[in-house]
């Protein structure tokens, strides 16, 4: 049972150079998340989508894009990367909005 | 805008002991749902204990309970036995019953000393 597998799990950019977080789950869940974790903080809910072919935004959606082209795969795309970008990144899928969420394992990005 | 304030940036609790987390939240809305997450060195979110807030019933699983009170908009979580494995950070979350942003407090270290 995989759950949700992020990929990968460390990264070091430089500014302006862009990249692409993976979040893939087996779990046939419709809802998928997008959070970042800084230091000291909550999580903050980036974009979301509750189907293939449908994305939103959530609370702090400058600076990424999201697709979602299959209900399996939500990639992050970070373009032109800001060291205020620096920060833990997690997806996350549910079965319905209301319920609890499945994380996976988050990926460490660092904008240097 | 809703909000969740964890006012206890660090817990300390000796093995077997008991401990409460607090958590208060705002918001103007009826519907929502309440949640306690783990996050262990691993860095795993792991989904402690879900509450609705239709329900009056505080909800329990095993050693962990919670103590709603939804007019002063608090949702403590309470471990009892406490265990070596049970040192985590934990997060208090809320979610509008038909909204997908979950909102999470700052977190609250749980040491647990043998």
């Known amino acids: 049972n995989a759950g949700v597998t992020q990929t990968p799990k460390f990264r070091i950019l430089k500014i302006g150079q862009s990249m692409t977080l993976q979040c893939t789950q087996d779990?046939?869940?419709?809802?998928m998340y997008w959070y970042r974790q800084d230091p000291g903080m909550g999580l903050k809910l980036i974009y979301y989508?509750?189907?293939?072919?449908?994305?939103d935004k959530g609370e702090v959606p400058n600076g990424y894009n999201v697709s979602r082209s299959t209900t399996e795969d939500f990639p992050l795309r970070l373009e032109l990367a800001a060291p205020s970008q620096t920060s833990v990144y997690f997806c996350?899928?549910?079965?319905?909005?209301?319920?609890?969420?499945?994380f996976g394992s988050g990926t460490r990005l660092t904008v240097v | 805008a809703q909000t969740v304030t964890q006012s206890q940036p660090e817990m300390s609790v000796q093995e077997a002991e008991t401990v409460t987390l607090s958590c208060t939240y705002d918001?103007?809305?009826?519907?929502?749902?309440l949640f306690w997450y783990k996050q262990p060195p691993s860095r795993q979110m792991i989904l402690v204990i879900r509450?609705?807030?239709?329900?009056?019933q505080n909800a329990t699983e095993n050693r962990f309970s919670v103590n709603f009170q939804k007019a002063a908009k608090s949702f403590s979580l309470k471990i009892s036995d406490s265990q070596l494995g049970d040192a985590a950070m934990y997060f208090c979350?809320?979610?509008?019953?038909?909204?997908?942003?979950?909102?999470f407090g700052a977190g609250t270290r749980l040491t647990v000393k043998p």
């Open positions: 996350a899928s549910s079965t319905r909005g209301n319920y609890g969420y499945t």
């Open positions: 779990m046939n869940h419709n809802y």
């Open positions: 989508s509750v189907g293939a072919g449908i994305t």
């Open positions: 918001t103007s809305e009826s519907d929502y749902y």
């Open positions: 509450q609705e807030a239709y329900k009056q």
């Open positions: 979350a809320y979610r509008l019953y038909n909204n997908n942003d979950m909102r």
